[in-house]
Structures are given as structure tokens and as C-alpha cells.
């Protein structure tokens, strides 16, 4: 019985291959730090970071292999003839490390959010400190001004002082936000169906437009794009913030 004739495959240029090598030697280290990476800490945010910006630039840098100069041509220039073989390579390469921006981006946005909702406790705790120390400052200024003794007075006036000097030292104990030296925080609007119900009843008593409900996503954002205000007064919707992490290099 006949064989069939193997299929002829064109082997893969020594030039794609060598860069390839090159490449792999990108990804490899940072897929496994950002394994590795888990943020519960200022100091991890600080490692999230650092990773980030290893990540943008070894895309970049990848870009630049693949592309070369006038003297010494990538492979990007120098096999025109081969761009299917060329945008595969591209894709194994820097597919993978678009992948990890996202993932770390991910990790660090979640952080972000934890901090703010760390700082928001903290200051409602210290707000809540400052609010009882005023109260005992006028109360025993009520009381200095009452006393029948001047030992009686200087003994309150010193009490106040030192409720006054708590009170600033309380005013000074500022949250600090975590921040990465090399990435950048953006805070943005966002809107998001709260109740689904509220929403129907919107649409079949005529406050929101039933292209709402007919396109879904789309018709919303284009409004959301138009007036964010609008979007925010429709039943059943509600606007928030949200962060978004971007490199200062990208």
C-alpha cells in the first residue's frame, strides 16, 4: 500500500529561531516572578511595581529586536518575504508578555483598592479621635473659665494644652498612600447595573432609552460617553470610582 507523501514544511529561518531564543529569555524570568508575586503589603506593591516596569520594558525591548536598525535589520525588516513566520514569533513573544502586564496591573489594582478602603478607615478613626478630643478641650475650657481658684484655673489651662497639643498631633497622623515609583494611578468613573429590576421598571415606565435593554453595554456607553450624568440619574444604575495602573514609560 502507498504512503502518503509527507507534507513539506519551510523550516524556520536561523534568523527568526536565534531571535526567538532571545525572547523566550525575556518571558521566562518574569512568568515566574509574577507567579510568584502575591501583594499583602506596601513592600509587595513596591515588588508589583518594580516587575511592571520590567515587564513594559521588555516588551519594548522586544519590539526593538524585531525591528532592528538600518545597519543590522530585525527580523522584522529582513524577512518581509516570511511576515506570516515573523507575526507568529510576535505573538509567542510579546503575547505573552501583554498577558503579564495585565495579570500584575490586576494584582496591583486590587492592592490599590484595599489601600483606599484603608485609608478611608483610618481617617474616619482618626476624625472620630479628633471630634472627642475637641469636645474635651471645650469642655475644660468651659471649666477654666469657671474656676473659683487661680491653682484651680492653671491646673485646667495646663489639662487643655495638653488636650490641644493631642489634637494636633492627632491632625498630623496622615495616611500615606501607596505609591510605585515607577507606575502611575488613575482614578476613574465607572457605571454598573445595581438592580436589574429597578432598571426593567425604568425602561417600561419610559426614564431610560429601551436601547438600553435592546444593545446592552453599547448603548450605554455611548451615553455614559455623551453625559455620565445622565447615566448616573437612570433607576437601577449606579456610578463609582475605579483605579487603573498604568506605566510612566507607557
Known amino acids: 500500500m502507498p504512503t502518503k507523501a509527507l507534507a513539506k514544511t519551510k523550516p524556520t529561518p536561523p534568523a527568526l529561531v536565534k531571535t526567538e531564543v532571545k525572547g523566550t529569555r525575556l518571558v521566562t524570568p518574569l512568568q515566574n516572578a509574577v507567579e510568584e508575586l502575591t501583594i499583602e503589603t506596601a513592600e509587595d506593591y513596591q515588588t508589583a511595581d518594580e516587575i511592571l516596569t520590567g515587564i513594559q520594558q521588555a516588551r519594548k525591548s522586544w519590539a526593538s529586536e524585531m525591528e532592528g536598525t538600518d545597519k543590522e535589520p530585525g527580523p522584522l525588516r529582513a524577512a518581509r518575504i516570511m511576515k506570516q513566520s515573523v507575526d507568529a514569533l510576535n505573538r509567542k513573544i510579546d503575547g505573552p508578555l501583554a498577558t503579564l502586564e495585565t495579570q500584575v496591573k490586576a494584582k496591583m489594582r486590587e492592592w490599590k483598592l484595599e489601600d483606599a478602603r484603608r485609608i478611608a478607615a483610618e481617617q474616619e478613626r482618626i476624625a472620630a479621635e479628633q ?26 489651662a495646663e489639662r487643655r494644652r495638653q488636650l490641644e497639643a493631642e ?8 495616611p500615606e498612600e501607596t505609591k510605585g515609583e515607577h507606575s502611575t494611578v488613575r482614578r476613574v468613573r465607572k457605571w ?3 438592580d436589574q429590576e429597578a432598571v426593567l421598571r425604568g425602561v417600561i415606565q419610559g426614564h431610560i432609552p429601551q436601547s438600553v435593554v435592546m444593545t446592552d453595554n453599547a448603548a450605554v456607553n455611548k451615553q455614559w460617553l455623551l453625559d455620565p450624568d445622565v ?20
Open 167 to 174: 489634637a494636633e498631633e492627632k491632625a498630623a497622623e496622615v
Open 131 to 156: 471630634a472627642k478630643l475637641t469636645a474635651k478641650i471645650e469642655e475644660t475650657a468651659n471649666k477654666e473659665l469657671a474656676a473659683r481658684t487661680a491653682q484651680m484655673r492653671e491646673r485646667l
Open 192 to 194: 454598573r447595573i445595581a
Open 231 to 250: 447615566v448616573a440619574s437612570w433607576p437601577g444604575f449606579e456610578v463609582y470610582e475605579d483605579i487603573q495602573i498604568a506605566g510612566r514609560g507607557r
